[in-house]
């Protein structure tokens, strides 16, 4: 087929050879040369509409389109046979061709209809050629007749030219019947593809109506029988192939309503007036004064008439066309509200309501008996909108679901929702922004399947309820997002109060150990070299960011630190204290220098002992203090407390030269606990007081003669070795007061000072803090 009906010149050449011929046999070739003047050009125009490209792509396939070529090119041979005189067998066996051609080509296009896709795979009998075959059986057997007949003269071989007419006509009712029965079957296999269930109805109806308008019109001997029904099958050929072929579907079912209308008014008038003008040609006058009015009336009424024979009664189809110009409301709401009224008139019941589904919010909107609007909480399925995007014009139909159940375990749980919802169909909506919802139609007992005018309606529908959809569901998404926001802020608004007082109860429980710290050691500083020592460290502190304290083994660092940061303008930031040899887990806020940064701004980081930590910790620490500038209330603050000078630790390799430049100048020697006559007296009433309450219920004093002896000892270890000292002495005397026995009985013997050894400060890595020489007396 493709070589013969892919080039236009091979069919022009046989139908013109053809109409010559029969130019030559006629006295008068009116219609021969008709056929030899509008064959090229309308060749030249059918060969151009069925050419395959962007037109047919999604509607037809490239042999379908062949099959409507050679259908075309099968009736122009046809009508350029019958334009020679009757009775040559020639041109009989060239009609015969010509119309064999076009009711193959006709069953072929049949079998090669496209569907539109989706779920529901059409199948493989439907694009069967047995009714072709068999058709070119019976078309074979007159084609050859005609041919034995045309080529053998005079012989006992000749064929009557009564037998080659009655195979014409019989080959012609048979493929009649084939159309029928084909079509008849592609219906009911593709029933469910929209647009190919309407083509398929095309063909069938054009098929049977082509029957019986031929029958009668063979009994009552309109025209010879053999020349009649080839014509009309000719005709029934070229136009199921336009139907397979056309890229509108629509069109079809449209136009043939109208065809079926008219003939149903006209054929029987038709009928009878040509009987009785040839039974009584005086009224022949009459007869065609009656057939001209009635055919004019015909005009009038054909619409009207076919108006029954839109889908079911053209209900579904108002209701959608009525909802799609409500749709048209200026506000959003007014608008959903009277489509769904329409499309609610489908079914009188009030259980069978056209449903909105809203994909966010998660909502459904329905429409009662009396217009009101109704709103409640559903959920779409997921597999819903996936499927029905795939499915021509976004629709997806209970009936193809029940198809396809069988093989596609997936949509039995769809099935079931439909049925539970009385949905007959889904019609996806969408924006630019993606989809949006559903519009579900009710069931109301439909019998027949969605015809593509109303897949089409509904698309159209969907389009314009779509930008509905999208203004409502903003406003509905924008209203519980207020109300989200709304309910969002109360409870942050009490989880913040909440919080507020959490972290003022623990922002002040953090700030009272420090402070008690810092009011205990100024509590205790009375000698002048504890005065000078406290105001140097306070004035350092108001001035500058880092700072170092040289602080003796037993004194209290973290109460000099406590000081240090309350009185410098960071006073009300964060305090952290790192001390690596009391704890093997220590905070680290240099390894996370952005984080760490927001953390401490405007705080006092204070490091003990920072001769612990390794050297590229310390350098790491150095840079990291570099990098937060100078200002001296928002930077974040250093204390480095040592216990030697930092030349001396920085001689010996135990701290980082770039760690101990950034304290330079602002280095601070705490006095030694001997050094503090007055802070001795000061710590041994206070302690002792606090010891006696502690563990005997009554504040205890000391004689005299012992707080003598406390005094002249020279302390090597401080605070710590005072406190300890102390609480032997209370833990073993008799309340209120210590006595010499009681110092005696801790075995305590007092010394005075020694001079510190003159033996130079060891250069290794490990330094020790000097230590001084105590005498004891005697026991």
């Not at 928002?634 to 030349?647: D, K, M, N, T």
Request: glycine content about 6%; aromatic content about 6%; hydrophobic content about 45%.
């Amino acid at each position: 087929m493709s070589l013969l009906f892919g080039r236009i010149w091979i069919p022009l050449v046989a139908i013109l050879y053809v109409a010559f011929a029969a130019l030559q046999a006629h006295t008068v070739p009116l219609l021969a040369i008709g056929v030899l003047a509008l064959s090229p050009p309308l060749l030249f125009f059918i060969w151009r509409k069925t050419e395959y490209g962007d037109r047919h792509s999604n509607t037809a396939e490239a042999s379908a389109l062949l099959a409507t070529r050679a259908a075309c090119a099968g009736g122009l041979l046809w009508l350029a046979a019958r334009s020679g005189p009757a009775g040559v067998a020639a041109f009989d066996a060239a009609a015969n061709v010509g119309v064999a051609t076009a009711t193959l080509a006709s069953l072929v296009a049949l079998a090669r209809v496209t569907g539109p896709g989706g779920l529901v795979v059409p199948p493989r009998m439907s694009r069967s050629l047995d009714a072709a075959t068999f058709c070119g059986f019976l078309w074979a057997f007159a084609i050859a007749l005609s041919i034995v007949r045309a080529t053998v003269q005079n012989s006992v071989l000749r064929v009557d030219p009564v037998i080659v007419d009655y195979a014409t006509t019989a080959a012609s009712f048979s493929s009649l019947l084939l159309l029928v029965a084909a079509a008849l079957r592609l219906k009911w296999l593709r029933r469910f593809e929209l647009g190919v269930a309407d083509r398929c109805t095309g063909a069938l109806t054009t098929a049977v109506t082509s029957l019986l308008f031929s029958v009668p019109a063979a009994l009552l001997d309109m025209g010879a029988p053999d020349r009649s029904v080839p014509a009309i099958l000719t005709v029934t050929a070229i136009a199921i192939c336009w139907i397979a072929t056309t890229p509108d579907a629509t069109r079809i079912m449209r136009w043939l309503r109208g065809a079926i209308a008219i003939l149903a008014l006209s054929a029987p008038v038709s009928l009878l007036s040509s009987i009785l003008a040839r039974s009584s040609s005086q009224y022949a006058g009459w007869l065609l004064l009656i057939v001209t009015g009635w055919s004019v009336t015909v005009g009038v009424l054909a619409r009207r008439v076919a108006k029954p024979l839109e889908p079911e009664q053209s209900r579904w189809l108002d209701a959608i066309e009525k909802a799609t110009l409500s749709a048209l409301e200026p506000e959003p709401s007014d608008a959903l509200r009277a489509a769904l009224s329409e499309l609610s008139r489908l079914h009188p019941s009030a259980r069978a309501r056209a449903e909105l589904w809203y994909l966010d919010p998660a909502i459904v909107k329905s429409v009662d008996i009396a217009g009101q609007l109704h709103e409640r909480a559903a959920t779409i399925p997921e597999s819903l909108t996936e499927l029905a995007s795939l499915e021509p014009e976004q629709t997806l139909r209970l009936e193809v679901l029940r198809a396809v159940q069988v093989r596609r375990a997936d949509v039995r749980p769809l099935v079931a929702w439909f049925e539970d919802q009385g949905t007959f169909c889904a019609t996806l909506l969408q924006s630019e922004t993606g989809t949006l919802g559903v519009l579900c139609l009710p069931n109301s007992n439909r019998r027949s399947v969605l015809a593509l005018e109303e897949a089409q309606a509904l698309r159209r529908l969907g389009t314009r309820m779509g930008a509905l959809l999208a203004i409502s569901a903003a406003q509905a998404r924008s209203r519980n997002r207020e109300l989200q926001a709304t309910n969002r802020c109360t409870a942050l608004e009490t989880r913040l109060q909440q919080l507020e007082t959490t972290s003022n109860h623990e922002l002040e429980g953090h700030r009272r150990w420090p402070e008690a710290l810092a009011r205990s050691t100024r509590s205790l500083c009375y000698a002048p070299q504890s005065r000078l020592t406290l105001e140097r460290v306070e004035r350092t502190a108001r001035t500058r960011l880092f700072q170092s304290l040289v602080v003796p083994l037993g004194v209290d660092v973290r109460g000099w630190a406590a000081v240090a940061h309350f009185a410098s303008p960071r006073n009300q930031g964060p305090y952290v204290v790192v001390d690596p040899v009391r704890s093997a887990e220590y905070p680290q806020p240099w390894a996370d220098s952005a984080e760490n940064s927001r953390v401490l701004a405007g705080g006092t980081l204070v490091v003990i002992d920072p001769t612990a930590l390794s050297t590229d910790t310390q350098q790491s620490i150095a840079t990291w203090l570099g990098n937060h500038g100078t200002d001296t209330a928002a930077g974040i603050g250093c204390i480095l407390i040592v216990r030697f000078p930092l030349g001396v630790l920085v001689q010996t390799n135990r701290l980082d030269e770039s760690l101990a430049r950034r304290f330079t100048d602002a280095e601070t020697e705490v006095p030694r606990l001997s050094e503090r006559a007055e802070d001795l007296r000061a710590m041994v009433l206070d302690e002792t007081a606090r010891l006696g309450m502690s563990l005997h219920g009554v504040p205890c004093a000391v004689e005299p003669a012992v707080l003598a002896e406390l005094l002249e000892y020279d302390w090597p270890g401080n605070d710590l070795e005072l406190e300890s000292v102390l609480m032997r002495l209370v833990s073993v005397a008799t309340p209120p007061l210590i006595t010499l026995d009681d110092l005696e009985h801790i075995r305590f013997t007092p010394a005075r000072s020694l001079e510190l050894s003159g033996t130079p400060l060891p250069t290794t890595v490990s330094l020790r803090p000097p230590t001084r020489a105590v005498t004891q007396r005697p026991r």
